[in-house]
């Protein structure tokens, strides 16, 4: 993989708090994974930069190596690489990504992401 | 053996997981994206072992990843996993 890919990421994800790389769009997700990812931060009230991957072959294959991780989507919050999916919506039912968001200090709605959790309780 | 099959025997093979379950999640998303006819392409996999104790979020999952690059980098387009320890 290029170098040139991998320092217009890591520029990316260092001039930007919070970056999902995902299928598709904020506004029109392409894929169920990335489009729950997105949904979470838009109803968390998280200003976020969405990149589509599906607009880009080099950033597409060159984000899976930046991370060493092999799936899309993939969330950064001030440079670091958090999770894909499954990692952000467990952290969003526990908590830890409100503790995250805090200690960085990107502003997001507590009260919403309270909801979400209420209306996830465990069975 | 079918992809299910060989994500489930190198997963035993390396971790010795307490819980192992895969479940082919492909008709789920029947016309998504790397779908193709006759499954195969998107998994569930939940996965308790002691390997993982102590391990971060990110770290566990690598852990996976790393196991099955194969499967990932070939018929496997969307793989979700809930790992725990074991």
Known sequence: MSDAVHDRIRDEVGSNDVVLYMKGTAQMPQCGF???????????????????????DAVREGIKSFSDWPTIPQLYIKGEFVGGCDIIVEMTLSGELDEMFEKNGVAFDKAAAEKIREANQPA | MNTAEIIEKKLREAFRPARLEVID??????????????????????????????????????????????????????????????
Do not use: C
């Open chain 2, 25 to 86: 999640d492909s008709e789920a998303h029947r016309g998504h994206g790397g779908w193709r006819e006759g499954g195969g392409t998107h998994f569930k996999v939940v996965i308790a072992a002691p390997a993982f104790n102590g391990l971060g979020r990110v770290q566990r999952q690598r852990a996976v990843h790393k196991v099955l690059a194969e499967e990932l980098a070939g018929p496997v387009h969307a793989l979700s996993l809930q790992v725990e320890d074991g």
């Open chain 1, 34 to 56: 990335s489009s729950k990812v997105a949904g979470v931060l838009n109803y968390m009230g998280v200003p976020f930069k969405d990149v589509n991957v599906l607009a880009d």
